[in-house]
């Protein structure tokens, strides 16, 4: 019986060619998409689960309140104290372990100079928490002893060729020797942390580096993240409650003002990094558990119009098979076993659709990851716990998507159909009807989506900062400040420079840093709840950014003074309670415990993405001996890039021989801001112009063959006298209608979903009719198209040839 099923389907895909092709299409092209976006969903479900321990290792976070107990800051790393007093405390966990990592490393071998970047201290114990392979060195030892390093397969190739790295020496910032005595898989792209090169955390007892009294006492340097492994099950909310009397126990207050009211810790579960932490000191820019979701939807609302297609194909054609059913009715075939043909068949379309759905997927993840930056692999989905339930989906849609075309047909009665070719009705709201609405429908959407998505990255690409990014070059390292005059002086010669300042922090980077402040009012101080993040600058910050001076004055070398006076943005002048920037200028105020007088207000400028809203912010100028100036921004001449480069190169290398050359762009680095959204928008380009031909190839195979079921009407109405054009309006309006019936349904769908995701950025566009107006268009000229060409085609059929069987 089955063979005679076989045999009897592909009979019919001979018979019927085009019908089978727009299936299998169709269907092909939605599983691959499926496969694609499975390939994106597990790869980011999977991140950090390699490790062994993963279930029982927790990330401890911590959060900085206002005095109202509002959260103004949230970091994914702590101070240094934390991780061996928690040990302390808690008896049950097993293990802590602590990572500091660098932001850049200068490092020599013989002649050769490297600057690495990806570079972390680790604790000795860091590889029974990360499950990483180890190939030469011992694990468990190789970072005990101060000054020893572990490097990838990568790094020790890059650094000794086919030379044995183990123990080796490698000059670390031209002042430590380190010596190898590891070497270590690299970490695959599924972890949130990935360093290339690992140092002994012991290293950093040195006070030459860090200092053993830093590591156990400073509590403001919350640089260091911190990993517990805890027992299996383990009740964590439980450890959690008792943090606050562990903050007040071990952190030094004056008895009145308890840390706890201050700052919290928290417990991240490792597995839980990627997807669902967004704090504001990650290691790496995470994934979002939303865009998995949304992902996943468009998944399963291309598969659905795929099926919609096989539906409405199925039971459009059904009255070409009405004999065929009636014969076998006749002939004793019960419906049931009816019922099972057609199901096979779908079956049967289904399997083959998606077998040329994975040579599709294998074919096209290079060209997937090219135009997306995401590490897919078809690996992804022939593991065998995934390919096992990959393998039975098919059989699943088969069901699915036959079943309704299956008792349809099945139900013909067999006297009716075997006296003539069974018409199907078109009136109505029928159930294909609603399924080309509901193809449409989830279209529209997309379509929406696309614009909603490019018309945001544009927005934010195109958006006045309030600062000038362009020609900006920034070093990836600064110039001591003995040698920095110097430095400077020498690059203002060019006449390719036209100014140089020097930072704590880059313009692109996170504002964190806030050292609390209060104002004077007739002599009299006054605390504020006020959080205003500073940065310090020098005398070049302001012109070198081009940053608009609201009131006041910039720093200025003619006031010595400067290095206890302070420059505000707005948004501080606003958090401090003056009515305008004017007032605000030779007000008295302490900040970090330091007292001062306002010089200056700048006018608002985004220091930071356009996902982060603009925060009170403090410039400062202290004495340049002791302070943070680490980062270099040179504004060059646009005209002659090249050359401009050539000369900040020459002038680092006469200052710092000892440090590779590292330069970016500040608008590159703000591009990089938004690579996730450019990422999501081409992938919705990508998935939209998919869904949007699967439901036009329907479509198309759809109003074919209704057209053919009326080509003897179409032929008299020739005859009648009726226009070419009259014809196409007659055979596409009602197709037409239910396109813009799935307008209707589906437009504020997409508004509302989209406003929704809006939601995430601090600065955004606003959704216009028009947007809405261009996808509802969109959707019906693409329709006319589809349908235009068969409505012409058959307009311009000969009636004679139509009307000669009558």
């Keep these: 019986m089955i063979k005679n099923y076989l045999r009897s389907a592909f009979r019919n895909f001979g018979r019927h060619k085009f019908i089978a092709f727009i299936n299998i299409s169709g269907l092909t092209i939605g599983l691959t998409c499926c496969l694609l976006i499975l390939c994106y969903i597990i790869n980011e479900l999977s991140y950090d689960k390699f490790n062994t321990n993963v279930a029982d290792i927790y990330r401890v976070t911590r959060s900085f309140n206002n005095t109202d107990g509002v959260v103004n800051l949230h970091l994914g790393a702590v101070a240094p104290p934390f991780g061996p007093l928690l040990k302390n405390e808690f008896p049950d966990i097993k293990q802590v372990t602590r990572v500091y990592p660098n932001s850049g490393v200068t490092l020599r071998y013989k002649d050769k100079l490297f600057n690495e970047k990806e570079s972390a201290f680790a604790d000795e114990n860091f590889f029974n928490f990360f499950t990483v392979k180890t190939i030469a060195g011992n694990p468990k030892t190789a970072l005990t002893e101060p000054y020893s390093v572990m490097l990838t397969e990568e790094l020790a190739h890059k650094y000794f060729g086919n030379e044995n790295p183990i123990n080796k ?77 562990f903050l007040d126990k071990y952190m030094p207050h004056d008895g009145t003002n308890k840390p706890s009211a201050g700052t919290k810790l928290f417990l991240q579960r490792l597995a839980d990094i990627h997807l669902y932490s967004h704090l504001d000191s990650e290691i790496d820019q995470n994934g979002d558990i939303k865009r998995v979701y949304i992902f996943s939807a468009i998944a399963l609302f291309i598969l659905l119009i795929a099926c919609i297609n096989y539906m409405n194909l199925s039971t ?183 100014s140089i300042s020097r930072s704590s922090r880059l313009p692109s980077g996170r504002l964190l840093d806030d050292q609390g402040i209060s104002v004077f009012d007739d002599n009299t101080q006054k605390s504020t709840n006020a959080d205003v993040k500073y940065v310090n600058t020098d005398y070049g910050f302001i012109p070198t950014y081009g940053i608009k001076i609201a009131a006041g004055r910039n720093f200025s070398r003619d006031y010595p003074t400067d290095t206890t006076n302070y420059i505000l943005n707005q948004a501080a002048v606003s958090a401090l309670g003056w009515k305008s920037a004017e007032n605000a200028i030779g007000k008295d105020i ?217």
């Design 590 to 806: 302490s900040y970090g415990g330091v007292k001062g007088k306002i010089i200056g207000v700048v006018n608002d400028f985004h220091f930071e993405s356009l996902h982060q809203s603009i925060v009170p912010m403090i410039m400062r100028m202290p004495a340049f001996a002791n302070s943070n100036y680490g980062r270099v921004a040179i504004k060059i001449d646009g005209r002659n890039i090249n050359a401009a480069l050539s000369n900040i190169e020459q002038t680092w290398k006469k200052y710092q021989p000892e440090t590779p050359f590292d330069y970016t762009f500040l608008d590159e680095r703000f591009q990089k801001l938004y690579t996730a959204e450019q990422q999501q928008g081409k992938l919705f380009t990508i998935f939209s112009c998919i869904a949007i031909f699967i439901a036009c190839l329907g479509l198309f195979g759809l109003s074919a063959f209704t057209i053919s079921q009326r080509v003897k009407e179409i032929g008299v109405r020739k005859v009648l006298g009726a226009s070419i054009q009259q014809i196409v309006v007659e055979l596409s309006k009602d197709f037409l209608k239910l396109v813009i019936i799935a307008s209707v349904i589906a437009l504020p769908v997409a508004w509302y979903a989209m406003n929704r995701w809006l939601l995430d950025f601090a600065f955004r566009i606003h959704i216009q009719w028009w947007v809405l107006a261009i996808a509802g268009i969109t959707a019906t000229l693409i329709a006319l198209v589809t349908i235009g060409y068969q409505a012409i085609k058959a307009a311009l059929a000969n009636p004679t040839k139509s009307l000669r069987s009558e």
């Design 316 to 498: 459009a054609r059904s009255t070409l098979r009405a004999k065929e059913i009636g014969i076998r009715k006749v002939i004793g075939a019960q419906q049931k076993q009816i019922i099972s043909q057609f199901l096979g068949e779908s079956v049967l379309i289904t399997y083959v659709s998606l077998t040329l759905a994975f040579v599709i997927t294998a074919l096209s993840i290079p060209a997937i990851n090219k135009a997306s930056e995401l590490g897919l692999s078809i690996h992804t989905v022939l593991q065998p716990a995934i390919l096992a339930p990959v393998l039975i989906v098919p059989f699943i849609i088969g069901i699915l998507s036959g079943i309704y075309p299956a008792i349809f047909m099945s139900s013909f009665n067999p006297s009716k159909v075997l006296k003539g070719i069974m018409k199907v009705g078109n009136g109505g709201l029928s159930f294909r009807k609603v399924l080309v609405i509901t193809q449409f429908s989830i279209s529209i959407v997309l379509i929406v989506a696309t614009i909603v998505v490019f018309k945001q990255l544009q927005f934010m690409q195109g958006k006045s900062l309030g600062l000038n990014k362009d020609h900006i070059v920034t070093l990836g390292s600064g110039v001591p400040a003995e040698q920095f005059e110097s430095f400077k002086a020498d690059l203002m010669r060019s006449p390719l420079i036209s």
């Design 169 to 245: 020496e490698i000059r670390f910032a031209n002042q430590f020797n380190f010596k190898v005595t590891g070497v270590y898989k690299a970490f695959p792209a599924n972890s949130h942390l990935r360093p290339k090169m690992l140092m002994s955390f012991n290293t950093l007892n040195d006070t030459a580096v860090y200092g053993r009294k830093g590591l156990e006492t400073n509590w403001g340097n919350n640089s260091f993240y911190t990993y517990l492994l805890l027992p299996p099950k383990y009740n964590v909310a439980g450890m959690t409650a008792r943090f606050p009397a």
